[in-house]
């Protein structure tokens, strides 16, 4: 190793690295640990993005089931308002 290296950090996983290797040339990142810490970062990735199509997923089928509650509640509403006309209602109570 050059003795006049600096110790550097790495970018990714913050492990102290020399700055300049033997070849001369600049190194930023420490190599194996990243390239670990990488995949798992793909990996956890991949994991979020499947739970976050599922959790849309979830979210549009909880929002037909309201709807459709909604729609069946409007249904027996409307039922209801042809059962009893407001006008044969005051009818019945004036012949009261």
Known sequence: MNENAAIGIC??????IPTMGEDGLVYRFCGHRCRMLMEDW????????KRNVRDAQAQRERAARSLARADKLERAAEALRAQFHPGDVMAELAAL
């Open 11 to 16: 970018l990714r996983c913050a492990l102290p």
């Open 42 to 49: 793909w990996e956890w990735r991949d994991k979020k993005a």
